[in-house]
């Protein structure tokens, strides 16, 4: 079944130390993205990409970094220089570079939190 | 920039009728699109409708239906026929080209 794979589901980092969240699709979807949700609140924008080996800052792209050297990976990096990294993440992707009526396929989401 | 509004913070309805949560939006764009999602207590976000902004009718997907007016920039999400699952979450989401931003959401408990 396509879908999109994050992981791990659970993470544990301790202040100072950078920490990779993995996301892949195997929907042949050209855009990714990540999310940021905090609780009780509403998922905000940190990164995007709508093609291999281009990328753009979201909303909230300070202290977080990402790579697209394939089409079906987009992992995601947070950086010590990130001062709350306790939150919800979630990646998805889409179809093609523009506005689809079919929404974002999303995925299950790793909860960070720092220790 | 793009700013989305979903006033309750959590919303209550007996099981078997209707509730409409509500959605304002605000942008200068002439196009884009407005999405509902569903996000249960596991986390995953669940892709509910679609209403584009040049759409002449509102959206409907099974007993989920929205009320676009696009004068009042409000995009309302209808539930109909209530149902205990239909506990959770929900975010309303705007795009205007590829990049979705969300709301706060509502969270609606069904009541049996």
């Known amino acids: 079944d396509g879908g999109i794979t994050q992981s791990p589901k659970y993470l544990f980092r301790k202040e100072g130390q950078n920490v990779t969240l993995s996301c892949e699709q195997n929907?042949?979807?050209?855009?990714m993205y990540w999310y940021r949700q905090d609780p009780g609140q509403g998922l905000r924008l940190i990164y995007y990409?709508?093609?291999?080996?281009?990328?753009q800052k979201g909303d909230i792209a300070e202290g977080y970094s990402v790579s697209r050297e394939k089409k079906e990976s987009f992992p995601l990096t947070v950086t010590s220089a990130q001062k709350n990294p306790t939150a919800f993440y979630l990646c998805a992707s889409s179809i093609g570079q523009r506005r689809t009526r079919n929404g974002y396929t999303f995925g299950s989401g790793t909860r960070l939190t720092v220790v | 920039a793009q700013k989305i509004t979903q006033t309750q913070p959590g919303m209550f309805v007996q099981e078997k009728e209707a509730v409409t949560l509500d959605c304002t939006y605000d942008t200068s764009d002439p196009s884009y699109g407005l999405f509902w999602y569903k996000q249960p207590s596991s986390g995953e976000m669940i892709f509910l409708i679609y209403?584009?902004?040049?759409?002449?009718q509102n959206a409907t997907e099974g007993r989920y239906s929205l009320n676009f007016q696009k004068a009042r920039k409000s995009a309302n999400l209808v539930i109909s026929a209530s149902q205990l699952g239909d506990s959770a979450m929900y975010f309303c989401a705007m795009s205007r080209d590829n990049d979705m931003r969300f709301g706060a959401g509502t969270r609606l408990t069904v009541k049996p």
């Open positions: 990409s709508q093609i291999v080996n281009d990328f």
């Open positions: 209403q584009g902004s040049y759409d002449q």
């Open positions: 929907l042949n979807h050209d855009a």
